[in-house]
């Protein structure tokens, strides 16, 4: 099929778009795009549930609207867990379902993404005003 553009079908060749830094830019999409909160470095250990499973991990950053565990061997994507977990100098724990929404298996970056998509209580409330503090 050599140089055919599979969305539109033209050549390649005759797009004569140049590829500049600014273009190169503009196309991009960074990690904060995805995301609806901004992460804060923070180190805690959660308990996460997965069906019969317990593990006990520890963050890299942590948001309101998620978590990001580091050093961790990833669940699959969509993998529904409970998190269990205290923010420091809170004696009351959080309580979070989420869902895996990235993952990466390589053994040089393990980790996975989990993202809030149920919190209990006052449990978001207290995790915002904790990161603000900080």
Do not use: C, Q
Not at 12 to 30: I, Q
Not at 42 to 70: A, C, H, K, P, Q
């Amino acid at each position: 099929m050599g140089n055919v553009d599979r969305r539109t079908g033209a050549d390649r060749r005759k797009r004569n778009l140049p590829v500049t830094v600014e273009r190169r830019k503009n196309d991009r999409r960074n990690a904060s795009d995805r995301r609806e909160a901004n992460r804060v470095p923070l180190e805690l250990w959660m308990e996460e549930i997965s069906g019969e499973d317990v593990y006990f991990r520890r963050t890299g950053n942590v948001s309101v609207g998620g978590v990001y565990f580091d050093r961790a061997i990833p669940h699959s994507l969509g993998t529904i867990v409970t998190l269990k977990f205290a923010l420091p100098g809170d004696r009351e724990m959080v309580v979070a379902r989420g869902e895996v929404v990235n993952a990466s298996g390589h053994a040089e970056n393990l980790g996975m993404g989990v993202k809030f998509i149920h919190v209990e209580g006052d449990g978001e409330a207290r995790i915002r005003t904790y990161l603000k503090s900080l």
